[in-house]
């Protein structure tokens, strides 16, 4: 499968980029990777979280 790379533009207070910039840094990363890895990580936890929800609904219910 190609891949396909999207653009898009994320507006962000003086404080938040700096903030950002720091926490990469600390890191020794660049901010767009930092930004990268982040939503990452996030969609991965927000996966697995629905994942886990749903095992939990199927042992809860009773078989007929």
Not at 12 to 34: D, Q
């Amino acid at each position: 499968m190609a891949r396909v790379d999207k653009r898009f533009q994320l507006l962000m207070t003086e404080e938040e980029l700096e903030l950002l910039k720091k926490e990469a840094e600390k890191r020794n990363l660049s901010a767009g990777e930092m930004l990268r890895l982040s939503f990452r990580n996030e969609v991965y936890r927000s996966d697995s979280y629905e994942r886990l929800e749903a095992l939990k609904i199927i042992s809860n219910l009773k078989l007929k």
